[in-house]
Nanobody, 119 residues
């Protein structure tokens, strides 16, 4: 069974940094592109960042709103996904989720991890 457990969300001040993690299980992690998503109150869930599988060079892409501030990475041996967030802004406040990317995303979402940037 596909399962994601996100962790590491905290309260931070604007300009601060934070790294959140996602433990993935129930599938062969290294065979999938992986993404971080976020959902703010009253808004749709949005794609934040994607990292390709190792066989595709682990290339990364980012939403324009986080480009240059966030870095997505993966540990294929441990089946962990990470999101390093720098220069945080109040508009980054959201619940962050990980999942397989694109059409291979699982219907089984984790509980997410809440990041709150003081405004």
């Amino acid at each position: 069974q596909v399962n994601f457990v996100e962790s590491g969300g905290e309260l931070v001040y604007p300009g601060g940094s934070l790294t959140i993690s996602c433990a993935a299980s129930g599938f062969t992690f290294r065979m999938y592109d992986m993404s971080w998503y976020r959902q703010s109150p009253g808004k749709e869930r949005e794609l934040v960042a994607t990292i390709n599988r190792p066989s595709s060079g682990s290339a990364t892409t980012y939403a324009d709103s986080v480009k240059g501030r966030f870095t997505i990475s993966r540990d294929n041996a441990k089946q962990f996904l990470y999101l390093q967030m720098n220069s945080l802004k109040p508009e980054d406040t959201a619940v962050y989720y990980c999942n397989r990317a694109g059409k291979y995303s699982s219907d089984s979402w984790g509980q997410g991890t809440r990041v709150t940037v003081f405004s």
